[in-house]
């Protein structure tokens, strides 16, 4: 593994204001459904079904108030693009730098405040229900789940390739 450091980093909302003060961007986690199957005198086994992931969320914390991030409000439709410089080692094992984009799509389900108080910090957050996620690294699309369009693109290879062909 090559360790890896973002040197700078940027979120947008619509691809054009800027958010100030992002403190953290979790990704999603990827998460499939499962299926039990009772087999015959063996017991149930768990199937997992690639092609159908789990709803997906992630929390955006920010390290103040920014104007920017108080007009996202709860049920309003959301889509943040981050853009990263990450520092890592080439194959002759120089420095170099690379470009990551993520994009998601969804709606906002809860703003946590933050606490106020005595050398208390003022960290709000925003909860948001993903339905599009997509990771780029260095030009490549590792992932890219479209939950209302069924694309589901994991690690390069798209899944669902086979069924929307059979389906149409």
Do not use: W
Not at 35 to 56: D, F
Not at 104 to 116: A, Q
């Amino acid at each position: 593994m090559i360790p890896s450091v973002v040197k700078a980093c940027s979120v947008k909302i619509n691809g054009s204001d800027k958010v100030i003060g992002v403190a953290e961007f979790p990704l999603p986690d990827i998460t499939f459904k499962e299926e039990e199957i009772n087999v015959l005198g063996l017991g149930p086994i768990k199937e997992t079904i690639t092609s159908m992931p789990e709803a997906m969320s992630t929390t955006m914390k920010f390290l103040g108030v920014d104007k920017t991030a108080l007009k996202l409000k709860a049920g309003k439709g959301i889509n943040l693009v981050l853009a990263a410089a990450i520092q890592t080692l080439d194959e002759n094992d120089n420095s170099a730098e690379i470009g990551l984009f993520v994009n998601v799509k969804g709606t906002i389900k809860s703003h946590k405040l933050g606490t106020i108080g005595p050398n208390g910090k003022l960290e709000p957050e925003i909860e948001i229900n993903l339905s599009y996620f997509k990771l780029e690294i260095d030009g490549t699309v590792l992932y890219e789940i479209d939950q209302r369009n069924e694309i589901l693109v994991l690690d390069g290879e798209d899944l669902r390739a086979g069924i929307n062909a059979i389906i149409g």
